[in-house]
């Protein structure tokens, strides 16, 4: 087991948390969250009860719960990836542990992502459990999208890209570090949004109807718990506090719209390598396309595929961002200590 079994392991996790972020989105906005009513299996089965024998017995141990193959397909093939990348981060951790006496055997990062990836797991045992609460719901999302920017951080911890940046790129660290922030919070507010089922509470632009603030419940609208439902598949708030959800999503697209166009100035202004100028490319690219899929979302009613691939856009955009500032970390780390290439 050495650094190169590791590198290759690192790029198969990122491929398969893509796909586990996206097959994730898939099955929530198509109601399918609840497709198998228990956990890990499916009706009480390993595998998807395709038989008409299987079926009935399904049938018979959720008689509340009819089974319907469209819904218990996404939920399953997503817990057969989402096994899939828990088994290569846990190999990553015996790798980084075996390599533990070298220096860039990433064995922190390691740890966290396996520690990260267990309570994902948890978290997509309580979102059948607890019945899609909309926190568990987000946390799951949030967890998806922190697993994949810590990989991303992997990644780059292991091939120590030799990249020189400019000292005006490196000063933004902070505007960046705040982008990342922004970023996650909107993602989050997107999330709670899809949670609670108020994507289709405000189909104006830009921010909702006119005079929506006169009718909006923000109080409810971000009460976390207490709401003591026996399901919260379809949402459980009242309309008001729907459009207060929508509406806070909307905004924190402009403030995050604005954090990213400040960043992109001076990076487009102070880019002297291929690299940077890359990742400055990637990010006006991401940025445009997800505020089109958010237009798209609203004038077309959400699009199912449309809204999938504005969960994944999402992903790639904070990860552009988290890679942006690991790659200044990088580079400042690779000038104050001898390379491990």
Not at 76 to 81: I, K, L, P, S
Not at 122 to 151: D, R, Y
């Amino acid at each position: 087991m050495n650094k190169a079994m590791q590198k290759k392991l690192t790029m198969a996790a990122i491929v398969l948390v893509v796909v586990v972020i996206g097959l994730g989105a898939f099955t929530r906005l198509a109601d399918a969250g609840l497709g198998c009513p228990d956990w890990p299996g499916c009706y009480g089965f390993v595998g998807i009860p395709l038989k008409a024998e299987t079926i009935e017995k399904a049938n018979q141990a959720f008689p509340d719960q009819p089974y319907e193959l469209a819904k218990a397909w996404p939920e399953m093939v997503h817990r057969y990836f989402a096994g899939a990348l828990g088994l290569v981060v846990f190999a990553l951790f015996i790798i980084a542990m075996k390599r533990r006496q070298y220096s860039d055997a990433c064995v922190k990062l390691s740890t966290g992502l396996l520690i990260l990836i267990t309570f994902q797991a948890a978290l997509g045992a309580w979102t059948v459990t607890e019945k899609l609460h909309p926190v568990v719901v987000m946390g799951h999302l949030l967890g998806g999208f922190a697993t994949f920017s810590l990989l991303a951080v992997l990644t780059l911890r292991l091939y120590q890209p030799n990249i020189n940046i400019a000292p005006e790129v490196i000063r933004s660290k902070r505007l960046i570090s705040i982008g990342i922030i922004a970023v996650a919070i909107q993602i989050a507010l997107g999330g709670w949004t899809s949670a609670n089922y108020a994507a289709l509470a405000c189909t104006d632009l830009p921010i909702c109807f006119a005079g929506w603030y006169e009718h909006t419940d923000f109080a409810e609208g971000f009460t976390l718990w207490g709401h003591n439902a026996e399901t919260y598949q379809y949402g459980v708030l009242s309309n008001e506090a729907k459009i207060a959800v929508h509406a806070a999503h909307r905004i924190g697209a402009i403030v995050v719209t604005a954090i990213l166009l400040s960043i992109l100035f001076i990076l487009f202004r102070k880019s002297r390598t291929k690299t940077v100028k890359t990742f400055s490319i990637a990010l006006l690219v991401l940025l445009v396309l997800q505020i089109t899929l958010g237009v798209v979302n609203v004038t077309m009613n959400l699009p199912l595929l449309n809204a999938v691939a504005h969960n994944l856009v999402a992903a790639f955009l904070l990860v552009t961002l988290v890679g942006l500032r690991a790659l200044i970390w990088v580079n400042e780390t690779n000038k104050t200590e001898p390379a491990h290439v």
